[in-house]
């Protein structure tokens, strides 16, 4: 990676955590999930808004390091309008790229690439990857919540 990439990448990433999109208490979610880092002291919360199986709305609350923020940030822009399906895939493609296993995803991703940089460092890769871990927690309740399908009498 070019030293101007890297200089690109790290101002997205300061720009996400100095001003986090999608700040907020959700007091209409249909699901939530907080997220812990331990190692580093993050934590967070995610509220969703699921209708028809899209995720109309997404938020979160927290407090950690920069990565924390700027990944839950870009995380929350990144799955507002996607189906439960989609924001799934995308969970899977964003850790292959952050843990280094599918490191030419990553081209694909927008925004998110900005993180692909912690692949280097371990242990910051649990940072990056915490809202996304509590999204799919909140999604995981949501399809719980969900009243089975009617059964046909027919
Ligand atoms: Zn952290």
Redesign the pocket.
Known sequence: MSAELDELYQSIILDHNRRPRNYRVMDDASAHADGQ?PL???QLTIWLKVDGGRISDVSFQGS??A??KASASLMTAAIKGKTREEADALFTKFHGVVTGAHPEDAESMGSLKALGGVSRFPL?V??AS?AWHAMHAALAQHADATPPAPVSTE
Do not use: A, E, P, V
């Open positions: 880092n580093c002291g993050d950690g390091c990565i924390s910051r649990k940072c915490l």
